[in-house]
């Protein structure tokens, strides 16, 4: 149980293009998910937190109007890079919590690995 | 602020044991866990503590002392396998997640 699917693997586009990223719970209602965003051999770093039905809650220094984040449904979130650059090449990987208890682990998309040429 | 440490990296042979530490202060504590997350793939979720004491799951089990701000993660008969990160990570008062920065663990034959 609790799988999280994420889609696509690997992405590889021109400079300027805009790239959406889907983040599906399979077997569960995720009221929240996290998208993260992973650099070479650095550690995971949250970059908003997505709530069904409202906004969602951007971290420090992340630019909400290039990174949007929907999450129409209990089941989806998506994460669209708008008019992506090199330097927003990296790994994104979401996560979803099944329920709203404090000990609900997060479980995690298998990544996106975005490349901008 | 809010901070987690682990090792860096750590080396250990096959069929050893090994002890990954971390240790944390943050603003309130709900829960530590611990994932594992192998070179070009998401985490995957080991363990959970949210009380004082020892949590075993087969080859894995995970300590915590509250009044200590600490943690390990035990390995046992190691394998080629368990070559990774190892992702300590705490919840906070509000629930949020704070993540440390990982630890590579080398499985040598």
């Known amino acids: 149980g609790a799988v999280v699917s994420q889609h696509p693997s690997w992405v590889i586009c021109k400079s300027g293009t805009s790239v959406k990223i889907e983040c599906r719970s399979l077997d569960f209602q995720a009221t929240t998910m996290f998208w993260y965003r992973q650099f070479p051999k650095q550690s995971l770093m949250l970059m908003a937190t997505s709530n069904e039905g409202s906004k969602a809650t951007y971290e420090q220094g992340v630019e909400k109007d290039k990174f949007l984040i929907n999450h129409a449904s209990l089941t989806l979130s998506t994460l669209t890079v708008t008019s992506a650059h090199p330097e927003d090449s990296s790994f994104y990987i979401c996560?979803?919590?099944?329920?709203?208890?404090?000990?609900?682990?997060?479980?995690f998309g298998d990544g996106t690995r975005l490349s901008i040429l | 602020g809010q901070n987690i440490d682990q090792p860096t990296e750590m080396t250990a042979t096959e069929g050893a044991i090994v002890q990954i530490n971390c240790t944390y202060q943050t603003s309130g504590f709900n829960g530590l866990f611990w994932y594992q997350q192998h070179a070009g793939e998401a985490p995957t979720f080991l363990s959970y503590n949210v009380l004082d004491g020892l949590e075993e799951k087969g080859r894995f089990s995970s300590f915590l002392s509250r009044s200590k701000g600490y943690s390990y993660l035990l390995l046992k008969e190691l394998q080629m396998k368990d070559s990774a990160s190892y992702l300590c990570a705490v919840k906070d008062s509000n629930y949020q997640l704070i993540w440390g920065a990982g630890t590579k663990l080398i499985i040598k034959p």
């Open positions: 996560s979803a919590t099944q329920g709203g208890g404090g000990n609900q682990p997060q479980h």
